[in-house]
Nanobody
Framework: QVDVVESGGGLVQPGRSLRLSCAAS????????MGWYRQAPGKQRELVAAAFSTGSIEYADSVKGRFTISRDNAKNTVHLQMNSLKPEDTAVYYC?????????WGQGTQVTVSS
């Protein structure tokens, strides 16, 4: 049994910041990557940021320079610092964990950017 729990979403004005956190618990081994996807109403789920066990990091072009992902391998946690938020960042954000033969997802946390 693996649990993935996100926190930190909410309503924020444009230009402000939010920090999302994700913690995984349970029997997990060989994690290749941890990261965040998001899905806005009427749109497909898209990758926001991912941190790989190799040390490499990937960001969507739309968030480069504004979002920062950080990962604690020892604690199986991953965070997403989101600065200079825009209305188009509004979406449900999902934390994901990927390894050989598996992927685990959280329930999602709503981020709404609106004045």
């Amino acid at each position: 049994q693996v649990d993935v729990v996100e926190s930190g979403g909410g309503l924020v004005q444009p230009g402000r910041s939010l920090r999302l956190s994700c913690a995984a618990s349970g029997s997990i081994s060989g994690i290749n990557a941890m990261g965040w996807y998001r899905q806005a109403p009427g749109k497909q789920r898209e990758l926001v940021a991912a941190a790989f066990s190799t040390g490499s990091i990937e960001y969507a072009d739309s968030v480069k320079g504004r979002f920062t992902i950080s990962r604690d391998n020892a604690k199986n946690t991953v965070h997403l610092q989101m600065n200079s938020l825009k209305p188009e960042d509004t979406a449900v954000y999902y934390c994901g964990i990927w390894g050989p033969g598996y992927d685990y997802w959280g329930q999602g946390t709503q981020v709404t950017v609106s004045s």
